[in-house]
Nanobody
């Protein structure tokens, strides 16, 4: 069974940092591009950052570029999202998702498997 499990969310003050982890199991991890998405209350889910299967190509939404860093450790079947200089508008449930193949995509409909999400709350 393919599974993605996110962890690392929590409550942090404006300007603080968090590192999210996405652990995959039940499949060949380095066959999948991974994306991080988020959904704030009352808003649609949006793509935040993505990484190719080998980690040599990444994408960042304009709203997080320069503040967030995505990386992966295929030996540990884990993708990370380092989030620095957090703002209240980063508050959302963060999801990781897997897409078979090398290339990432910022569009959620192109991802086959999803985790359950982890809550990130940034207080002002």
């Amino acid at each position: 069974e393919v599974q993605f499990v996110e962890s690392g969310g929590g409550l942090v003050q404006t300007g603080g940092s968090l590192r999210l982890s996405c652990a995959g199991s039940g499949f060949t991890f380095d066959d999948y591009a991974i994306g991080w998405f988020r959904q704030a209350p009352g808003k649609e889910r949006e793509g935040v950052s993505c990484i190719s299967d080998s980690g040599d190509s990444t994408y960042y939404a304009a709203s997080v570029k320069g503040r967030f860093t995505i990386s992966r450790d295929n030996a540990k079947n884990t993708v990370y999202l380092q989030m620095n200089s957090l703002k209240p508008e980063d508050t959302a449930v963060y999801y990781c998702a897997g897409r078979y193949g090398r290339i990432w995509s910022p569009y959620e409909y192109e991802y086959e498997y999803w985790g359950q999400g982890t809550q990130v709350t940034v207080s002002s």
